[in-house]
Each structure stands twice: as C-alpha cells, then as structure tokens.
C-alpha cells in the first residue's frame, strides 16, 4: 500500500495549528506553540530608565538578558496584577528571546483551518494586524495573535523587522 505526500501530516504542519492559549483579563488569546520556549513564574525584572511603560524591565535568563514586556499594559487592558498565577512565557522570535507577561496560561489548543475566522475589522485595543483570526473550539473563542509580527512591529522596538 502506497501513501501520498498529502495523506501523511508532518510533525511540523500540525504544530503549525497549535496555539497555547493564555488570558489577559477577560479574554482569551492564542499564540503559536512553535514560538514558545518555556513557561516561567512571574519575577519581578530589573526596569531599564526611559524603557516605555509596557516593558516591565529584564530579566537573566541562564546567561541570556531578555526583555519583558506586560501584555496587560501594551493592550490597556487595566491595571496588571502579578499572583501565583501570573507567567511569562518565554518566545524566541526570529533568534531573539522576549519574555510575555500574561494573567494565565490554560492548555495547548490544535485547530482545524474551519475553526479559525478572519478577524473582523474594527476598533480595538489590539490593531488587527497582528491578529491571525478568531479561533472557535466548543464554547470558546481565542484571540489568536501573530507574535512575531507583533514582538517585531516599529512599536514595540524589541525585535528588527524581519528583511521583506
């Protein structure tokens, strides 16, 4: 029996559809799983003078100082608030590690291309630009959010952008 190119799924095409899913307030957001390094408990960073306000500061993380940036602030999503269940969530995006401030991380989500919607276009906190979609499983929606994209914009000032 021979099988096509088409009927086998790569490792890598279905973590392509696997976003961790993470709260900021009240609303639920995805990002790719292919970007997140690791997971770490919230600890407060060293602040660098003249950094903006949503950069919390950097941390040393095994020899490597990484830029945080609170995603509650960049959103204006309120006050953050740092408990037991604040955690950073460790990106390497285009080589360079930036840490991500969120209220909480859920689970790992795969989606179906019939289960993520375009974004609509309206005004809100978060320009829809790096936005992928809304992603649909039973009764919940995420917020799915293209991080390089957005870790990479004019901005934020972390990351160069990436050579079109």
């Given at each position: 029996m021979q099988t096509t190119a088409t009927a086998v799924e790569t490792a890598d095409d279905i973590a392509a559809r696997e976003f961790?899913?993470?709260?900021?307030?009240?609303?639920?957001?995805?990002?790719?799983?292919?970007?997140?390094?690791?997971?770490?408990?919230?600890?407060?960073?060293?602040?660098?003078?003249?950094?903006?306000?949503?950069?919390?500061?950097?941390?040393?993380l095994r020899g490597i100082i990484v830029p945080i940036v609170d995603m509650r602030i960049k959103f204006n999503l309120g006050t953050p608030t740092y408990d037991q269940f604040t955690v950073v969530i460790i990106l390497n995006i285009n080589g360079r590690v930036v840490g991500m401030v969120v209220d909480s991380v859920s689970d790992v989500i795969t989606l179906n291309?019939?289960?993520?919607?375009?974004?609509?276009?309206?005004?809100?906190?978060?320009?829809?630009?790096?936005?992928?979609?809304?992603?649909?499983?039973?009764?919940?929606?995420?917020?799915l959010v293209d991080i390089d994209r957005l870790m990479s914009s004019a901005e934020m000032g972390l990351i160069d952008a990436v050579a079109a």
């Open positions: 961790l899913a993470f709260t900021l307030g009240k609303e639920e957001y995805g990002i790719h799983i292919l970007k997140v390094q690791e997971l770490r408990g919230y600890e407060e960073p060293t602040r660098i003078a003249n950094a903006p306000d949503f950069i919390k500061g950097v941390v040393n291309a019939d289960q993520v919607k375009p974004a609509p276009e309206m005004g809100t906190a978060l320009n829809t630009d790096y936005l992928i979609g809304l992603g649909t499983v039973d009764q919940r929606m995420l917020i």
